[in-house]
Nanobody, 121 residues
Framework: QLQASGGGLVQAGGSLRLSCAAS????????MGWFRQAPGKEREFVGG????????YYVASVKGRFTISRDNAKNMVYLQMNSLKPEDTAVYYC????????????????WGQGTLVTVSA
């Protein structure tokens, strides 16, 4: 199971760090991803991190502003969001998959419940 937390209201230009806690003893076997879904829009991939944490990747709209990290000893993955913009407003989800490759919603097997991030102008 995954549980995301850390969302809230922040002004444009501000920062937030989202956390995702995973249960189970095989956390390090999962590739972790962050997705977001804005009102009226489809859920989109934001970024991901490899099993070991040695590789991260992001969509162009957040690259340079968002950073994903993980702590396998604590079964945690994080999304540090800096220089937030109103268009970053969305419900953010963490997700897990076992196979590398495409980062589409159906590729991920396990999902957290989501945490709302609201960025005011």
């Amino acid at each position: 199971q995954l549980q995301a937390s850390g969302g809230g209201l922040v002004q444009a230009g501000g920062s937030l760090r989202l956390s995702c806690a995973a249960s189970g003893r095989t956390f390090s076997s999962y590739i972790m991803g962050w997705f977001r879904q804005a009102p009226g829009k489809e859920r989109e991939f934001v970024g991901g991190i490899s099993w070991s944490g040695g590789s991260t990747y992001y969509v162009a709209s957040v690259k340079g502003r968002f950073t994903i990290s993980r702590d396998n000893a604590k079964n945690m993955v994080y999304l540090q969001m800096n220089s937030l913009k109103p268009e970053d407003t969305a419900v953010y989800y963490c997700a897990a998959k076992t196979k590398p490759g495409v980062n589409l919603v159906p590729s991920y097997d396990n999902w957290g419940q989501g945490t709302l991030v609201t960025v005011s102008a």
